[in-house]
């Protein structure tokens, strides 16, 4: 489909469907959220010069994946966010069943985006080639056609490319599926973003004594931190442990130490980043005051989305907010970006047994909590949060088919931090030890009800919206 004709498609479905999906009550009030449709994987994840760039895998013409676009936007403080115009269509024959996942880097001074060109065939079969594509001076993105093609001794499934420089080369990886249907990584290097050549796998199902895990790996994502290397990825194809793989595809780290000269990375075990219901296709950035930031997709592919009550009003799924990371004796921590703290309303701090807890607003907060004992909150009518037993339980209503269902940690609790918007909670336990990462649909009304005989040291700020605005054009 031409590039012409599939910007007709998106101009209508804006025009005809925003002011609906903006009167969603679900409608996240400091999230990123996709303006109409679909929104998936976040991906280019950069800090360029003019602020902070994030894309997004979007469906803009329906709630279904389908030929993903690449939305965008941007921001010079990681809380005021501006759409930017559309960074990718799928209108090229290398791309003409999706742009899939990639990653940005800033060469030359401009962002260079590296993706997945989708290509499906009649008879079932696939393939993949990885392209690049340039910012041009007028803030668009010019396409500068495949770079690597599929390898050989690989199915089609092989996206999501991650670059980065080290040294005097450009390194990539890529989630990939191998002929035996045993998901791995590949890792490649470059002297430019146009010529590359592949070093081999960099790990995956077989290696670093893991035997079988899963049958394709997304979204890899390779990085120094702390002294250390660390591999995030999403492997498809776990079988449940116990609390652990609950989620219907998983996505977690491994760390360990990176051979530049074989494109090797020797690591320990596989770590889930997030033990809530919704957290997948995390990609990180490295900030130029040294942070590496991290932001996830609040989603899961497949698991009940036909289900989630936004998509009547035209919209669905959303992004996390931004976290920093650091690694603390081999684990990574997780918290909110500092930025995120300009939200904050009047702040609110009180002290006693839970059962006397304030009646306070769970639409759009944060609370940060020091209990010792037994307590649970509930929000609204469609989740609840409980610590009995050393064991906190985040408990929601399925949307699907309106039974509990509950994922667990197991502990001594220290503190807890909540980040609340209209239909996500965000936990951080322990200054960021443990994550869970949750969406859910109460009614409009959310009052955070306390019960149980722990004493609670507590403060709540509520957040303020933060509306999405659209870029000037450029003259």
């Not at 950069?46 to 902070?52: I, L, Q, W």
């Not at 250390?228 to 360990?256: A, E, H, K, T, W």
């Not at 701090?349 to 006397?356: I, K």
């Not at 039974?403 to 322990?430: P, Q, T, V, Y």
Request: hydrophobic share 35%.
């Amino acid at each position: 489909m031409s590039e012409l004709t599939l910007l007709h498609k998106l101009a209508r479905s804006l025009m005809t469907g925003q002011l609906r999906a903006a009167a969603d009550p679900h409608r996240p009030h400091w999230h990123l959220a996709p303006p109409v449709g679909l929104l998936n994987d976040p991906v280019g994840f950069v800090e360029a010069d003019d602020g902070y760039h994030l894309f997004y895998q979007w469906n803009p013409l329906a709630c279904a994946h389908g030929a993903k676009f690449w939305g965008h936007w941007s921001s010079t403080d990681l809380v005021h966010w501006q759409h930017e115009p559309v960074a990718l269509l799928p209108s090229e024959a290398y791309e003409r069943n999706g742009c899939y996942s990639g990653s940005a880097v800033l060469h030359q001074g401009r962002v260079h985006l590296i993706y997945t060109g989708n290509v499906k065939y009649d008879d079932g079969s696939r393939t993949a080639y990885q392209c690049l594509a340039r910012q041009i001076d007028d803030g668009t993105f010019e396409k500068l056609g495949p770079v690597i093609d599929l390898p050989d001794g690989y199915t089609g499934h092989v996206r999501d490319p991650k670059v980065w420089r080290q040294g005097d080369h450009w390194y990539l990886v890529l989630g990939a599926q191998d002929a035996q249907l045993k998901g791995q990584v590949l890792c490649y290097r470059g002297d430019d973003l146009q010529h590359w050549q592949l070093l081999g796998e960099l790990t995956g199902s077989g290696h670093n004594g893991l035997g079988e895990f899963g049958y394709m790996w997304e979204c890899p994502d390779l990085f120094e931190l702390d002294g250390s290397d660390v591999l995030i990825c999403c492997p498809q194809g776990l079988s449940p442990q116990g609390d652990r793989y609950q989620n219907l595809f998983q996505s977690g780290y491994f760390v360990g130490q990176m051979d530049y000269a074989s494109g090797r990375l020797t690591h320990g075990e596989f770590t889930e980043l997030d033990l809530g219901f919704e957290f997948y296709a995390p990609q990180t950035t490295l900030t130029r005051d040294g942070r590496r930031l991290i932001v996830g997709w609040m989603g899961l592919p497949d698991d009940n989305e036909a289900s989630q009550p936004t998509r009547d009003y035209g919209w669905q799924h959303q992004m996390t907010c931004p976290r920093e990371l650091r690694l603390v004796a081999g684990r990574l921590y997780q918290q909110p970006a500092r930025e995120l703290t300009a939200l904050r309303g009047p702040g609110t701090r009180w002290q006693g047994p839970a059962e006397a807890a304030p009646l306070l607003d769970g639409r759009s907060a944060e609370l940060f909590l020091q209990p010792q004992g037994h307590w649970q909150l509930t929000l609204g009518e469609s989740a609840w949060l409980a610590y009995v037993n050393h064991t906190l339980t985040l408990c929601r209503r399925n949307w699907r088919t309106g039974e509990w269902e509950s994922r667990h940690w197991h502990g001594e609790l220290m503190d807890l931090r909540l980040l609340l918007d209209a239909s996500s909670i965000e936990l951080f336990i322990n200054g960021g030890e443990v994550v869970m990462s949750s969406r859910y649909f109460p009614g409009e009304a959310v009052p955070l009800g306390w019960t149980g005989s722990a004493e609670l040291r507590l403060e709540y700020w509520p957040l303020s919206p933060c509306m999405l605005e659209w870029a000037t054009p450029m003259s």
